[in-house]
């Protein structure tokens, strides 16, 4: 049967947000993290989605919050190990995202050997923007990323810098997590990461195609 519900407000069904951390070498030498061989996984609940209009919160057990611009793809057919090939028929569009990242807790949780649920997965941690038809971008692997805070560029990239690509992140992720019509996958970081602060404002975009501004409130 049809689904009556509409992909293009994918943030309202309660679908997974897997993330893929370290997918750019820049980022993770910044970072000081080692260039990954196999993609590295993390998930955010449904309850970290923000659109705009609403405030980025910054976690009351955090003094140091980061931004993260990324390329988010969403799934239009589900499936469960997809191959490669045909892994581009399961995208319907993509977003423009933010992995809002509580870099002193992820640092704490990282020397403890902790998962990183109190620094990705709290809420509003995932701001996205309007749902980008697939068409808008023909080649997921060649787009401009970019972010500013209080208009100064922190963070521009291109997907073309990606470690692993969408077919392969679809196909991988897909062996070990089913994917649903749906669901997000957000692709990773470039360089550039940095702290915001209460009352800063967030500009990002993926080239000409979508934009999106978000404030930074305290919680
Ligand atoms: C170190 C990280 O937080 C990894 C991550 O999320 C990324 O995008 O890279
Ligand atoms: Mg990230």
Redesign the pocket.
Known sequence: MASARNVTRFWEWGRKII??????AD??KE?K?AVPTEP?LFLKPPSAYVKEGSPILVPMYSNNLHH?V?LGVVIGKGGTAIPRASAMDHVAGYALCL?M?ARDI?EECKSKGLPWTLAKAFNTSCPVSEFVPKEKIPDPGNVRIWLKVNDQLRQDGNTSQMIFSVPYLISYISEIITLEEGDLILT??PKGVSSVQEYDELEAGIEDIVSMTFKVDRQ
Do not use: I, K, S
Not at 19 to 24: K, L, S
């Open positions: 993330c893929v951390g370290r997918n750019y980022h993770a970072l993290n590295v993260e990324e992995d990242t992820q990773g970081t």
